[in-house]
């Protein structure tokens, strides 16, 4: 069993940035890769970076050149620096692990807010 644990959410203005934090904790050999994924009110949850096991990263189209996934290896843990927000990236935002053997069955946290307003 894996264990992620967001943290970092919080109000901020558009322009301002954030950085999220996601500590993966219990069977750690069993994740191959992790990512970052939100969901807005009333739509569904959708892609905003991954970082694969060896280090190769991926954006949403919305996000890239603002957004930045890094690592921590020696602490099990994960980033989403999020500079120039916009209100369009309220949302929760949840950690997601990919799961060595069962590709279509990831770990999920329980997801942070992050809202973007004036």
């Known amino acids: 069993q894996v264990q992620l644990v967001e943290s970092g959410g919080g109000l901020v203005q558009p322009g301002g940035s954030l950085r999220l934090s996601c500590a993966a904790s219990g069977s750690i050999f069993s994740i191959n890769g992790m990512g970052w994924y939100r969901q807005a009110p009333g739509k569904q949850r959708e892609l905003v970076a991954t970082i694969t096991s060896g280090g190769s990263t991926n954006y949403a189209v919305s996000v890239k050149g603002r957004f930045t996934i890094s690592r921590d290896s020696a602490k099990n843990t994960v980033y989403l620096q999020m500079n120039s927000l916009r209100p369009e990236d309220t949302a929760v935002y949840y950690c997601?692990?990919?799961?060595?053997?069962?590709?279509?069955?990831?770990?999920w946290g329980q997801g942070t807010q992050v809202t973007v307003s004036s």
């Open positions: 997601n692990a990919g799961r060595k053997g069962r590709p279509f069955n990831p770990y």
